[in-house]
């Protein structure tokens, strides 16, 4: 707020200096006035005519200046909007990317995680996802290991699932799956936050093991 009142201040001091620079709109029609009263021997039709157009020159061009002024109020008003919008804007990114730096950093809150075989579904806090077999495998792999306090290699995923030692098994083939998996959740902040990639470690379920069940 200090900083929009800041803004509004300054486009305010800065109208208020740029119109009592401005030119007075009368300033011709001054100038006009004052030939007439300087020269009144020009008497002659060429003279009187010069004063007259000079005299309706005068008067297009306070018009032209006042309407010039409107222009320039409509501008700063404009602009003051713009501003105040962008700051306003800017304050509500910064904290909504300290509110998701807040819940990556704490991880998404699971009271539940039901994972259902039989039906193919996964409940996340009473939310259904429908899964493929192969993204409920590795996510049955996943809740198995965090019920153990274990962390999975990719190539581990894929030796559990596919039945074969995890030296014979390829690292990309377990990221594969948890791409997979993380895709089927669909949700990119659920899905991220919920199979945490541990560097030069592996992955794993970012909650609480007590709250996993699987039927």
Known sequence: MAGIAAIVVILGITAVLLFINLPDANAFNMRVERLFVENDTLTGNAEIKLLEILAQSGTAFSDTLASYRFVIFVLLIFATALLVAAVAFLVMLIALNRRMGRI?????????LLISRDQKSVYLNDFE????????????VLA?????????????????????????CDEAAGATR???????????????LLVKNIARKGYMLAIDKNVIKMV
């Open 104 to 112: 990556e950093r704490q991880g998404i809150e699971v009271n539940s």
């Open 129 to 140: 996802f429908k899964l493929t077999d192969a993204a409920l495998e590795t996510l049955s």
């Open 144 to 168: 198995e290991a965090r019920m153990d306090d274990e962390v999975l290699s990719g190539a581990e995923i894929e030796g559990v699932i596919s039945g074969r030692d995890p030296s014979d």
């Open 178 to 192: 948890i791409k997979r998996l993380r895709d089927t959740l669909g949700n990119q902040l659920v899905s991220e």
